[in-house]
């Protein structure tokens, strides 16, 4: 089993930064992937960065430029830059991981491969 807790949501005007913190414990050696997501209220999850075992970080469109992924490996935590915050930026932000060797948002997404913290809000105010 892999356990991921979240920290450092909040509120913050638009144009402000934030970190969210996610710490990973359990079965790490056999992750694959970690990555962010969020949902908003009546609003689909939405898929914006993730890293796999390379270091590859790929993000969505609409964070690129202003969040960049992380890790610290010997924290055994994975971290959210997210600058130059916008008001559609609100949501509940989870942190995911995957033991899924393929794709890496199919493994993040995956209901057998994949595990998800309990999220973290960020509010983002004009």
């Known amino acids: 089993q892999v356990q991921l807790v979240e920290s450092g949501g909040g509120s913050v005007q638009a144009g402000g930064s934030l970190r969210l913190s996610c710490v990973v414990s359990?079965?790490?050696?056999?992750?694959?992937?970690l990555g962010w997501f969020r949902q908003a209220p009546g609003k689909e999850r939405e898929d914006i960065a993730a890293?796999?075992?390379?270091?590859?970080?790929i993000y969505a469109d609409s964070v690129k430029g202003r969040f960049t992924i992380s890790q610290d490996n010997a924290k055994n935590t994975l971290y959210l830059q997210m600058n130059s915050l916008k008001v559609e930026d609100t949501a509940m932000y989870y942190c995911?991981?995957?033991?899924?060797?393929?794709?890496?948002?199919?493994?993040?997404?995956?209901?057998?491969?994949?595990?998800r913290g309990q999220g973290t809000q960020v509010t983002v105010s004009s």
């Open positions: 359990g079965y790490t050696s056999r992750l694959y992937s």
């Open positions: 890293i796999d075992s390379d270091a590859t970080a």
């Open positions: 995911a991981a995957s033991t899924w060797m393929g794709e890496v948002w199919v493994g993040l997404r995956s209901p057998d491969f994949g595990y």
